[in-house]
T-cell receptor, first 115, second 116 residues
Framework: DTGVSQNPRHKITKRGQNVTFRCDPISEHNRLYWYRQTLGQGPEFLTY????????KSRLLSDRFSAERPKGSFSTLEIQRTEQGDSAMYLCASSQLGGPFYGYTFGSGTRLTVV | AQKITQTQPGMFVQEKEAVTLDCTYDTSDQSYGLFWYKQPSSGEMIFLIY??????QNATEGRYSLNFQKARKSANLVISASQLGDSAMYFCAMRDFPNTGNQFYFGTGTSLTVIP
């Protein structure tokens, strides 16, 4: 169990550029989540996958955001035409399905800075 | 509506002392879970402790305990015998299973500084 891995750790991009982040969950976890955390705030839910199916999306996930999880393994989060307001920490988490408690295991996040 | 409220932006505690971090929550559901996470400067969210709404006993995990007062809708985290490595951001979070069981609601966090 190597934990949840996120790449890159840091990304600086110019406004208007597209960026893509990757998340590799714990191998036996079938649920994968994306959260966004801005400075001074707690994480906010963006979307989640059960296996390869994207089952829920937050209204925070605008049309410029797209997430995929092909084959139910790793996931990518793409932001098109980045804006300065997209600057944040993007956190990925995974969990196992089932039970009243399935705590998340978070990755270390990708910090995005849009200049 | 704000589901999780953490009213202490920053807290200081002397090494080896105990500290309580406050958390209140808002839900109309009967079935929910309350969590505390630690976020050091590295950015990773580290799970600390969990309390289910039907659990009658307060949860404990090593030096962490959760003071759960259901009627007051509070779930305060108590850290005993503080260590320098406890300096970090602490987030309270909730899942209310019937309605939004697939996402957590987080508070704005409390920054804890342990003083040697």
């Amino acid at each position: 169990d190597t934990g949840v891995s996120q790449n890159p750790r840091h990304k600086i991009t110019k406004r208007g550029q597209n960026v893509t982040f990757r998340c590799d969950p714990i191998s036996e976890h079938n649920r994968l989540y994306w959260y966004r955390q801005t400075l001074g705030q707690g994480p906010e839910f963006l979307t989640y996958f059960q296996n390869e199916a994207q089952l829920e999306k937050s209204r925070l996930l605008s049309d410029r955001f797209s997430a995929e999880r092909p084959k139910g393994s790793f996931s990518t989060l793409e932001i098109q035409r980045t804006e300065q307001g997209d600057s944040a920490m993007y956190l990925c988490a995974s969990s196992q399905l089932g039970g009243p408690f399935y705590g998340y295991t978070f990755g270390s996040g990708t910090r995005l800075t849009v200049v | 509506a704000q589901k999780i409220t953490q009213t202490q932006p920053g807290m200081f505690v002397q090494e080896k002392e105990a500290v309580t971090l406050d958390c209140t929550y808002d839900t109309s559901d009967q079935s929910y879970g309350l969590f505390w996470y630690k976020q050091p400067s590295s950015g990773e969210m580290i799970f600390l402790i969990y309390q289910g709404s039907y659990d009658e006993q307060n949860a404990t995990e090593g030096r962490y305990s959760l003071n759960f007062q259901k009627a007051r809708k509070s779930a305060n985290l108590v850290i005993s015998a503080s260590q320098l490595g406890d300096s970090a951001m602490y987030f309270c979070a909730m899942r209310d299973f019937p309605n939004t069981g697939n996402q957590f609601y987080f508070g704005t966090g409390t920054s804890l500084t342990v003083i040697p």
